[in-house]
């Protein structure tokens, strides 16, 4: 069982998929995670590609999203996705999407949806991420950020239009922040301060 680290669910427990298909953000690092994201979540818009349990977005509402859209291919993890949203009583602040991830984008695409925050927990194999955040970009909103969860020290390959902001490690686990490049910069001035906070 895995809990909610802070707001209105606050020390609320909820399940995580059983098997080897799901890795859950343990409760130490998603503490950490978001406490690195401060006040980002308040009124948010969330997408959560690869959503597993679906425990970063139902944080992120803990803490004041406006919104959350889980998403996941594992049917098993749907069910619990599901699971978990009628215990908190989050039906009418979610929607749950079963499919490949190419399929989801593509619905929300045409739908025209646009998110403030997305989390990316992928496989650990899963490094080269260019396809997956190309296609992500029509669905950022204005100062937008995407968190990405992978394996500690792992070399990460994202589309060219986003730029590296923030990253951390935590044992095996690493957090990488993600934004779209400002118009007319190669790379934020703090970036590379930033991201060495992963050697700490």
């Known amino acids: 069982m895995l809990r909610i680290i802070a707001g209105i669910?606050?020390?609320?427990?909820f399940e995580a998929?059983?098997?080897?298909?799901?890795?859950?953000?343990l409760d130490r690092v998603r503490e950490n995670?978001?406490?690195?994201?401060?006040?980002?979540c308040l009124d948010?818009?969330?997408l959560d590609l690869f959503a597993g349990s679906g425990?970063?977005?139902l944080e992120a509402l803990s803490r004041g999203a406006e919104t959350a859209?889980?998403?996941d291919h594992d049917r098993e993890a749907a069910r619990i996705e599901k699971k978990n949203?009628?215990?908190l009583r989050e039906e009418k602040r979610t929607r749950v999407l079963t499919g490949d991830w190419r399929r989801t984008v593509s619905l929300l695409r045409a739908e025209g949806a646009q998110f403030d925050l997305v989390f990316l927990d992928p496989p650990y194999a899963m490094t080269d991420l260019r396809e997956v955040t190309e296609a992500l970009l029509p669905l950022l909103a204005e100062e937008s950020m995407i968190v990405l969860e992978h394996q500690a020290e792992a070399r990460i390959q994202a589309a060219e239009a986003l730029e590296a902001v923030r990253s951390?490690?935590?044992g095996y686990c690493g957090v990488t922040f993600f934004r779209p490049k400002p118009a007319g910069e190669d790379e934020s001035p703090c970036a590379g301060e930033e991201r060495n906070e992963a050697k700490e």
């Open 9 to 13: 669910h606050r020390g609320r427990r």
């Open 33 to 40: 995670l978001f406490n690195m994201l401060q006040g980002r």
């Open 17 to 25: 998929p059983e098997g080897r298909d799901t890795r859950p953000t």
């Open 168 to 170: 951390r490690n935590w």
């Open 85 to 87: 949203i009628q215990a």
């Open 44 to 46: 948010a818009r969330v």
């Open 69 to 71: 859209v889980l998403c």
């Open 55 to 57: 425990a970063l977005s």
